[in-house]
Each structure stands twice: as C-alpha cells, then as structure tokens.
C-alpha cells in the first residue's frame, strides 16, 4: 500500500477478528516502531508483546478508554526507557499502525491512566515511563466497510500559517 493511501485511509479499529495476526507481520510492526527517529537517535523505548487473553484483558482496565486491548489479537506496550520521549514514541507508535495497516491490520492507542497497575500487569520496572499500549487485529469487515466520516479532520487553512500566525 502506498504511504499516502496508508494515510489517507487509515483508522482507529476497536474491534477485531479472530484471525491472529502473523509473526512475519508482528515482526513487520515491530520493525517499524525499532527505525522510527528519535531524538539523538536515543531510541528510547522498549516494546512489550501481549497475547494472552487474560493478560489483554487486565492491560484493557488500565486505561479509561483501552477496553479495545481485551478482544485484541496481539497488543504492543510503548514504554520509554527517558521520561522525556514522548515524542519518539509517538513516531515509533505512528509508523507501527501505519505498516500494520499496510497489511490489512487494524490498530487503536490505549492510554494506559493508571499506569503504576499497568506496569504491575506486564512487570515492567518501576523506573520506566509506560502510558501507552496499541491494540491490533485483523479488523471486523463492518468497521473498514463504512465510510470516512466527512469531517472528520480540519481543513489545512484553518491549520497552517504562512510565515507568521
């Protein structure tokens, strides 16, 4: 799929099939998120893959909006190894749901708001930063079917400035 169709079409999927996503696909995700740029090319995360259902399920009440992460096929937890990344991970998460939607799989960000039980749930260390994980899955054919919502992003006017504000 060309980037910018990949772009243009791409959405949030919060509900998925039970067809599991491949290993050569989650090594294609996972790919993606490990060339991302970073600040001083510090690539500051570190990736968690989840799989077990109850694993999913837990991960999914540690956020106020993640319920997405229980009917997963696989999740992937962001965690920062500096504070002071977020950006980087943002690129990294970016281009993880933008390969995988290449592929035909269907990803949504979860924050993870109680992030002190989120890291108790995967083990992660208490001195990494862990706020946000990224369910996938094959999409359920309803939710790719229908259409863009029209509105759905402002016009580039009310957006860009030419030199000034």
Same mark, same amino acid.
């Given at each position: 799929?060309?980037?910018? #169709?990949? !772009? $243009?079409?791409?959405?949030?999927? @919060? *509900?998925?099939? /039970? ?6 696909? =989650? ?20 990736? #968690?893959? !989840? $799989?077990?259902?109850?694993t999913? @399920? *837990?991960?999914? /009440? ?6 997405? =992460? ?24 970016a ?32 001195d ?38």
């Amino acid at each position: 799929m060309d980037v910018e #169709v990949a !772009v $243009r079409t791409q959405r949030a999927i @919060r *509900r998925f099939t /039970d067809e599991p996503v491949t290993d050569a696909d =989650l090594n294609a995700i996972l790919n993606a998120g490990r060339r991302a740029q970073s600040s001083k090319n510090t690539q500051p995360w570190r990736f #968690v893959v !989840v $799989r077990e259902r109850e694993t999913l @399920r *837990r991960l999914s /009440d540690c956020g106020r909006y993640a319920g997405h =992460l229980a009917g997963a096929n696989v999740a992937i937890g962001l965690v920062q190894t500096d504070r002071r990344s977020a950006f980087d991970i943002g690129q990294a998460a970016a281009l993880m749901m933008l390969v995988a939607w290449s592929r035909g799989i269907g990803s949504c960000i979860a924050s993870m708001h109680d992030s002190q039980r989120a890291k108790g749930v995967l083990g992660i260390p208490t001195d990494l930063d862990f706020r946000t994980a990224i369910s996938f899955g094959r999409p359920v054919a309803e939710d790719v079917e229908r259409p863009l919502q029209r509105g759905g992003r402002q016009p580039l006017s009310d957006l860009v400035h030419d030199e000034r504000w």
